[in-house]
T-cell receptor, first 113, second 109 residues
Framework: NAGVTQTPKFQVLKTGQSMTLQCAQD?????MSWYRQDPGMGLRLIHY???????DQGEVPNGYNVSRSTTEDFPLRLLSAAPSQTSVYFC????????????FGQGTRLTVV | DAKTTQPPSMDCAEGRAANLPCNHS???????VYWYRQIHSQGPQYIIH???NNETNEMASLIITEDRKSSTLILPHATLRDTAVYYC??????????FGDGTTLTVKP
């Protein structure tokens, strides 16, 4: 049982490049979400999904796309990287419902130069 | 999900109880109060949650006021390893959660 696995752990991109941050969970959780955390700040919700084929926007969705083709995977795509997207990205998963904890991955540290 | 307000920082002496407050005055009846912590920019770690009643687990206790407008996380015997950023959130679904800036707790020897 690996929990929530994020890859890569570190990435450097040039402005304008695109890339996909991977997130996988093996707990059969319906709910998956992506957050970004800028230095010294809390986590802000980018996108989330309540199940395969269903996604929705969070607080800061611009510049990011997601899809959910399987229960296990929830990739985050940066379409055209910008320096403002330099951040640490966290993926989380949980069961749907009010009384259930979320499990977080260890993060992807992205630098856009 | 209701907005929560926490003090930006707190100190606590090692071995003493750490009491972290959280205000959530607009919380609705079906929103749970959750606490997470983040150590050294790792992924946040779940601590405890509750709806109306006080809760206790092996890590902490959660005290929720009767009107549910505020709560307190209690770490009964803080250690240096409890130094972290603590987030209080109110939500109906554990995944779709909005984290504020949290409280930076520093446990001092």
């Amino acid at each position: 049982n690996a929990g929530v696995t994020q890859t890569p752990k570190f990435q450097v991109l040039k402005t304008g490049q695109s890339m996909t941050l991977q997130c996988a969970q093996d707990m059969n959780h319906e709910y998956m979400s992506w957050y970004r955390q800028d230095p010294g700040m809390g986590l802000r919700l980018i996108h989330y999904s309540v199940g395969a084929g269903i996604t929705d926007q969070g607080e800061v969705p611009n510049g990011y796309n997601v899809s959910r083709s399987t229960t296990e995977d929830f990739p985050l795509r940066l379409l055209s990287a910008a320096p403002s997207q330099t951040s640490v990205y966290f993926c989380a998963s949980s069961y749907v419902g009010g009384s259930t904890e979320a499990f977080f991955g260890q993060g992807t540290r992205l630098t856009v130069v | 999900d209701a907005k929560t307000t926490q003090p930006p920082s707190m100190d606590c002496a090692e071995g003493r109880a750490a009491n972290l407050p959280c205000n959530h005055s607009t919380i609705s009846g079906n929103e749970y109060v959750y606490w997470y912590r983040q150590i050294h920019s790792q992924g946040p770690q779940y601590i405890i949650h509750g709806l109306k009643n006080n809760e206790t687990n092996e890590m902490a206790s959660l005290i929720i006021t009767e009107d549910r407008k505020s709560s307190t996380l209690i770490l009964p015997h803080a250690t240096l390893r409890d130094t972290a950023v603590y987030y209080c959130i109110a939500l109906t679904n554990a995944g779709k959660s909005t984290f504020g800036d949290g409280t930076t707790l520093t446990v001092k020897p």
